[in-house]
């Protein structure tokens, strides 16, 4: 079973920056791909950032150019660096992994609150 917590979310005034963690353990099967996602009140569940476990990227529109997505395979660690927060960032942003078990199986952290205000 994986566990995943975050940690670092905030309030922050537009323009700033926050860095996202994530921790996972629990696997012995590395994860992939692991990723971001987040979800607004009333809103669908949007994916912020993806990233597999040789790092290739992935990056909604919305965010591309302002978040970068990083992990630490020995750390067990991912982080979603979020630049340049706009108003329309504020959301519940949850970790997300894959497992590399068959069948895979995806799992998510209980979620960190980013709020930006204007």
């Known amino acids: 079973q994986v566990q995943l917590v975050e940690s670092g979310g905030g309030l922050v005034q537009a323009g700033g920056s926050l860095r996202l963690s994530c921790g996972y353990s629990g696997s012995i099967l590395g994860l992939n791909p692991m990723g971001w996602y987040r979800q607004a009140p009333g809103r669908q569940r949007e994916l912020v950032a993806t990233?597999?476990?040789?790092?290739?990227?992935s990056y909604a529109v919305s965010v591309k150019g302002r978040f970068t997505i990083s992990r630490d395979n020995d750390k067990k660690m991912v982080y979603l660096q979020m630049n340049s927060l706009k108003p329309e960032d504020t959301a519940l942003y949850s970790c997300y992994a894959r497992s590399r078990t068959i069948p895979s199986r995806d799992y998510w952290g209980q979620g960190t609150q980013v709020t930006v205000s204007s």
């Open positions: 990233i597999t476990i040789d790092s290739s990227t």
